[in-house]
């Protein structure tokens, strides 16, 4: 494969230090042209040579100016040299400390560009180091996941599939397919020397084995999801039972209009909170109850929405008064769910009736006051402890977090488990490799051993500027 040479910046716009990243055939040689040293500005009538950085040494760092067109300094730089193939890419690589002020990066940027190099796409960088066999597109996805981890645990599982977790559990499995396709294709060609006799009952082990590996994938998908998203979590109750006043406490800040009107949110409030190691994507709901109001209406329909897609639920009641009929629409709405009760305004007089709300909602109770704080660190630790130790929990064991590996592996498990029905229907041995090959090449999906251009396209597009 022959590529261009291309440049982005591959740091944050505004910080401290400025990173310009070049890469391909021509990144010395267009370094080299913007770069002078400390000496060489000393006595401009000296010739500078722009093959300057192609004598160096790889992984050297290099002091010196990059130059204006007029030869006139731009900035003082550090510059990182790391040739083929010892560097992210595969290809020489050139990275350019600058300083980081956004307009001075740009400039240090087009200066790059002018020397004929093109400016990188979304993640073109680590594109090239998947096509250049650095990396698989497994491990590729996980630098991403990485870069928008939101807290250790999702970085944590990000680390482990850049590691290789994923892509070596995934490839044990494909050549355990691609071996037993390999045997009985040699069986029927050299019968005398390969036997068949048995082994269907044999590979029929073998494939239930290797579904039985991949379920497990399967049947911990939504944790691996959570563990590399976070939470979805939904506070859900009637108007001004306290949800808004529990938002603002849990980000420790007055994000959401508190008042003692009901219905004051009418639009959904979204935000990231972290308890301890546990990210939670917070969403403040408006009040579910019976409105002619058409904005307050659609506000109550979106909360409807957003508890169908919450992996986990804060209700919370007003304990001060009995339960109405607008607590019963949205007890209906819970009873699938999995989430916990906050018994607000424990600090008035109680008028609710516990028993009735535990027979309707079999959920954990905590009494709760917004105006005390009373019960905030129950909360958390209720939360912690649910995800940490109880159903939904993380562990060392591989995980799944992409939609597009976990539906690979179902299409995969869908085909072996065809390639069994065959032989449980006493077909011929051959008719077994067509469902074979079909899961192997499902399961090549995920490292990128049998993805499609398109594929491979679609993915890196998601990935930011620079890398």
């Known amino acids: 494969m022959e590529f261009d040479t291309i440049a982005g910046i591959a740091s944050g716009m505004g910080g401290g230090i400025g990173i310009i990243r070049i890469s391909g055939p021509d990144a010395l040689k267009a370094a080299g042209a913007i770069f002078r040293t400390k000496k060489y500005l000393k006595d401009p009538k000296k010739e500078w040579n722009q093959a300057y950085f192609e004598k160096k040494e790889t992984h050297t760092i290099h002091y010196g100016m990059i130059v204006n067109e007029d030869g006139s300094m731009l900035d003082e730089v550090m510059v ?41 796409e979304p993640g073109e960088f680590t ?46 499995i494909r050549q355990e397919i691609l071996h037993n396709m390999g045997y009985i294709e040699a069986a029927l060609d050299d019968p005398e020397h390969y036997e068949l006799d048995g082994f269907s009952e044999k590979l029929y082990d073998i494939l239930q084995k290797e579904c039985n590996r991949l379920h497990e994938l399967l049947d911990n998908f939504e944790n691996g999801r959570m563990k590399s998203e976070g939470i979805n979590t939904v506070i859900v109750g009637k108007p001004n039972a306290g949800k808004s006043s529990l938002m603002n ?13 009901a219905g004051t949110t009418r639009d959904i409030l979204e935000e990231t909170v972290h308890i301890g190691n546990i990210v939670l994507n917070l969403v403040d709901t408006a009040g579910i109850h019976d409105t002619e109001d058409i904005v307050e209406h659609m506000g109550v329909e979106k909360a409807k929405e957003y508890l169908g897609q919450a992996d986990f639920i804060i209700y919370v009641v007003d304990a001060s008064i009995p339960l109405d009929e607008a607590d019963h629409k949205i007890i209906e709405l819970l009873s699938d769910k999995k989430g916990v009760i906050l018994k607000n305004k424990s600090d008035l007089e109680k008028n609710l009736d516990d028993k009735e709300l535990e027979q309707k909602l079999h959920w954990d109770c905590i009494d709760f006051s917004s105006k005390t704080t009373k019960g905030l660190s129950k909360l958390e630790k209720y939360i912690t402890d649910s995800f940490l130790e109880g159903n939904i929990s993380y562990n060392d064991q591989i995980y799944l977090t992409s939609v597009r590996h976990r539906d690979a592996v179902e299409k995969a498990v869908v085909s072996l488990k065809r390639t069994m029905q065959t032989i449980e229907d006493g077909m011929p041995e051959d008719l077994f490799i067509i469902d074979m090959m079909d899961a192997y090449e499902k399961l090549g999906l995920i490292n990128g051993k049998t993805a499609s251009e398109d594929l491979v396209n679609k993915i890196f597009k998601e990935f930011c500027m620079g890398k």
């Open 249 to 261: 406490l849990l980000l420790d800040e007055e994000r959401a209009i508190v008042t003692n009107i």
């Open 127 to 172: 594109k090239r180091a998947f096509l250049n066999g650095r990396i698989d597109l497994a491990q590729a996805e996980a630098v991403m996941k990485m870069i928008s981890s939101k807290g250790e645990f999702a970085l944590e599982s990000a680390t482990k599939q850049l590691e290789g977790r994923v892509s070596g559990y995934i490839e044990e």
């Open 80 to 120: 990182l040299l790391m040739k083929a193939p010892r560097s992210y890419t595969c290809e020489d690589v050139v990275e350019i400390d600058s300083h980081g002020g956004p307009f001075l990066v740009q400039k240090i940027l087009k200066r790059i560009l002018h020397q004929g190099v093109r400016l990188a």
